[in-house]
């Protein structure tokens, strides 16, 4: 399932921070691999009681006390799953079953019953021959959220291969902990937040949306050969995203090796509850547009935002945690907010996927990007087309179970809607009169020149503009010098 909302950044000790693959990663896996920086002294979040003023997340270093960071043991975990062998034959089907409950908490976690015969390590180098990344430096601090303090990510680092860089951030570990490895993660996280709001001047160096995978591709490796291959799922019948020749935002983590990592997530059906307290208490009005609630939106799904989820719990927005160790697989759900850090050097992989149940939310990020007048992630209208025509071709020849059928329902649903949602533009087109072109049957997604929203199913073409317009303008048809 995909996280269609957006993610916050992740920041902090071994930061890991999740963002868009370039297009020029067409039909690959996301690798990530991350390490800790050596730490800063920082400031600290400092909550008054509830207002609805902007909430300061710092606090001078001699107002700190030992206590200061006990919230951090009152986030309640996310539900972990320990499948067996068989139920974890599927994974989308898995996913399904457990859905309804763990859904509900944003996050959860999958203890995965096969192992990997062959280390991640041996992966990279042997089945990537001369396999190297650039790491990427993000800052180790929280910001302010004005015109003034804003963070920005990506700047570039140094190349490694995976042997180098696990060595250099060893030592950065063990000049901080004496050791670099076995932190008790309570431990950890306390300090994570104790450097993210002390922290001016910190860097992390960590490694993302590197092209390649860890996932073995030998036959006599367990888990490189089931479904839960990153190489083999997206591509799995009932994933949704099959047709997608881009890879996308991540909504399922794999922990191949080294420290643990901690994820924050709070759940879809709480996601409007987070956006109105970022607007509130967060973000300054100085940055945001004109459309405050949009302007929010805009700003988080930029992905740099981090925050303290003391502020969360001191607002009552429901937030879960969970600490990925290897062998591990962490699930985001349709409209969660997450965000994270790594405790020290580690490998993970991250992949998108989604199946039937997930198009009504494809449909409503769809609206908001074109909203927003952004370009939406996802090609929503051409995916949930291609998927009808497939299932109308194939329903009187095959049987189908419950997961199918449940899948089904999404898809004819979805599309139901859209279709009706062009008929009703249509009509409203026909009812002005006009001469608009309306083009229908495209050969690929059409990106209309207002709002930025991908069309499919039709679009209109008017000689004022450059470009086709989506048939959801018809309200200015009248308007068009045609």
């Not at 901080?176 to 993660?185: A, D, N, Q, R, T």
């Not at 459309?291 to 969360?312: A, D, R």
């Not at 927005?317 to 600490?323: H, L, S």
């Not at 329902?409 to 001469?435: I, N, P, Q």
């Amino acid at each position: 399932m995909r996280n269609w909302s957006n993610l916050l950044a992740e920041a902090g000790d071994g930061v890991s921070s999740e963002k868009r693959v370039p297009a020029n990663y067409k039909g690959k896996d996301v690798l990530k691999v991350t390490k800790t920086k050596p730490a800063r002294k920082a400031k600290k979040p400092c909550l008054r009681g509830p207002s609805h003023g902007k909430v300061s997340q710092k606090k001078k270093a001699g107002q700190l006390s030992m206590n200061e960071f006990d919230w951090t043991d009152t986030i309640e975990e996310c539900p972990v799953y320990r499948p067996s062998k068989e139920e974890f034959e599927d994974p989308l089907v898995y996913v399904q079953k457990i859905a309804p409950e763990a859904s509900k908490f944003g996050i959860c976690k999958i203890v995965s019953p096969l192992g990997s015969s062959v280390p991640a390590g041996v992966v990279l180098m042997k089945e990537q021959k001369h396999f190297k990344f650039t790491t990427k430096l993000q800052p180790l601090r929280l910001a302010e959220w004005n015109n003034n303090d804003k963070i920005t990510y990506f700047m570039r680092g140094r190349n490694y291969t995976i042997r180098d860089f696990e060595i250099m951030a060893n030592k950065a570990t063990a000049r901080k902990y004496c050791i670099s490895g076995c932190l008790p993660p309570a431990y950890v996280e306390k300090e994570f937040w104790k450097e993210m709001v002390h922290a001016k001047k910190g860097m992390v160096e960590y490694g993302i949306n590197i092209d390649g995978s860890a996932f073995s591709s030998t036959f006599t490796d367990p888990l490189g050969r089931s479904k839960w291959n990153f190489k083999i799922l997206p591509r799995l019948r009932r994933s949704a995203l099959r047709f997608l020749v881009n890879e996308i935002p991540v909504v399922i983590n794999y922990h191949h090796c080294g420290a643990p990592k901690t994820w924050y997530g709070v759940p879809g059906h709480a996601a409007l509850q987070f956006e109105n307290l970022i607007q509130r208490h967060v973000y300054n009005e100085e940055i945001l547009s004109e459309n405050v609630v949009n302007g929010v939106f805009n700003f988080l799904q930029e992905k740099t935002t981090m925050v303290s989820p003391k502020i969360l719990l001191q607002y009552d927005v429901p937030v879960y945690k969970a600490v990925q160790m290897p062998g591990e697989f962490v699930i985001t759900f349709p409209r969660t907010y997450h965000s994270g850090f790594s405790h020290g050097f580690n490998c993970g992989e991250a992949l998108n996927f989604a199946i039937g149940e997930w198009f009504p939310f494809g449909a409503a990020a769809s609206e908001r990007y074109a909203l927003l007048g952004k370009v939406p992630i996802i090609p929503y209208e051409e995916l949930l087309c291609a998927e009808a025509m497939l299932l109308s071709k194939s329903l009187a020849h095959r049987p189908y179970c419950t997961a199918d059928l449940i899948d089904i329902r999404g898809v004819m649903t979805s599309f139901s809607c859209l279709l009706r949602s062009y008929h009703r533009a249509r009509w409203f087109l026909e009812k002005l009169k006009t001469s608009l072109r309306m083009c229908s049957k495209p050969r690929g997604s059409f990106t209309c020149i207002l709002c930025k929203r991908l069309c499919y199913v039709a679009y209109i073409e008017c000689k004022c503009y450059a470009g086709p317009i989506c048939l959801f303008h018809g309200t200015r048809a009248k308007h068009l010098d045609i």
